[in-house]
């Protein structure tokens, strides 16, 4: 059973105000959500995993002078585990209340930790949709592409049978070594479809039984962007809805893939020729202005979506990530019910719609602590946790 959320607002009203730290697992976007922390006046707790840990523990570390005030770095306390899962057992959440931190929830917590165990067992309070983390694994019950559907917003059309494939299609599904990573491939017809997955199930890419229960969606031509969004519980007189920037992808290897002369492509061996989609970075984009409101209109059926079939619906950051055709149409080809992956292109900058909108540099990072900061001032914690 899912922790009841009464159950979550009872320990985080046993929190010192005052002292209340902000935590997340040290991967993914995790920079950004201490970075903005601190330009909040909020202290900082890195959960992090052997190995890939001193780039929170070191290089970011903060000093602090004698007032308290930032000097340099934004990491304040942390904890190293062998595995990131770790941060499950009983003794490690209590140390986490016992610190008043409060848990922003990004992709490597999910992947490490696991659904169900957040879900069930992790009596730490997140900022954000616990129930609707659950909604990013494709291919469950209610998925995003499910919760797409009932909202009625456009995704690529689905592809039921590798047989059908007559035109430009993407197979999505898991790498079979890198967690966190695809192991997508494209094909045009059902000939091809059967070489390339022979190949990368050859190579160790994926495994037959992923390829059994991968999506096959027709493929949108056009450029990638990934829009961060921000829906606030406790704003009461401005639109509850905010863009606070838009990303962009770096791929492995198809970035280099597409740097090559068609020619050359061609000539590439078999262990490269099927580029990789591994993300390795992002950067900044704008959107043309007559398209904005289109954004928002996805964003606002998303949110009415969210809260319908999934009580209480998104709350604080989220992700659409879309892909735009030569007409100018949207489809949502991804969505992240939490802190979206390209988030720290806003660090310490901010982003142009954030900014524009509050004023000052708003991160994504930074607006989750401003809603931290709102909520704690007007008394409404328990509006932004489950």
């Not at 990638?224 to 406790?234: A, E």
């Not at 740097?259 to 020729?273: G, I, S």
């Not at 580029?275 to 998303?302: I, M, Q, W």
């Amino acid at each position: 059973m899912m922790i009841d959320r009464k159950q979550i607002v009872e320990i985080a009203e046993n929190y010192y105000t005052d002292e209340i730290q902000i935590g997340t697992v040290a991967s993914h976007s995790a920079l950004d959500v201490f970075d903005g922390a601190v330009e909040e006046g909020f202290k900082t707790f890195a959960v992090c995993q052997a190995g890939r840990d001193k780039t929170y523990t070191d290089y970011f570390r903060a000093q602090r002078d004698v007032e308290g005030n930032v000097v340099r770095g934004i990491v304040d306390g942390s904890v190293t585990y062998d595995r990131f899962n770790e941060v499950l057992l009983p003794e490690n959440q209590k140390m986490l209340v016992d610190n008043n931190v409060l848990f922003i929830p990004n992709r490597s917590f999910t992947s490490y930790c696991g659904i169900d165990e957040i879900e069930n067992d992790f009596a730490v309070p997140l900022v954000g949709s616990r129930n609707m983390l659950r909604s990013e694994e494709r291919g469950i019950g209610q998925d995003y592409y499910w919760l797409l559907e009932k909202a009625g917003l456009p995704f690529p059309e689905r592809i039921n049978d590798p047989q059908d494939i007559d035109e430009l299609s993407i197979v999505k599904l898991p790498h079979a070594v890198k967690k966190l990573e695809r192991g997508f491939f494209t094909a045009g017809t059902y000939d091809e479809y059967l070489e390339k997955s022979r190949s990368l199930i050859k190579q160790g890419v994926i495994t037959e039984d992923a390829l059994a229960s991968a999506r096959i969606e027709r493929y949108v031509i056009g450029p990638v962007f990934n829009f961060d969004l921000f829906y606030s519980p406790i704003e009461e007189e401005m639109n509850k809805i905010e863009l606070l920037g838009i990303d962009w992808r770096f791929e492995t290897s198809l970035d280099g893939h597409v740097r090559l002369p068609a020619p050359q492509q061609m000539t590439l061996a078999e262990h490269q020729l099927t580029p990789e989609y591994t993300v390795c970075g992002h950067n900044s984009a704008t959107l043309r202005e007559s398209l904005l409101e289109d954004v928002f209109r996805l964003a606002e059926k998303y949110v009415k979506a969210s809260q319908k079939h999934y009580d209480p619906g998104v709350i604080g950051p989220f992700c659409l990530q879309t892909c735009i055709d030569k007409d100018l149409n949207f489809s949502i080809y991804d969505v992240a019910p939490r802190v979206g992956g390209g988030t720290n292109v806003h660090m310490s900058v901010g982003h142009p719609y954030g900014n524009t909108l509050w004023r000052k540099q708003m991160s994504t990072g930074r607006r989750v602590a401003y809603e931290v900061r709102r909520a704690v001032e007007t008394n409404q914690l328990d509006k932004i946790i489950t």
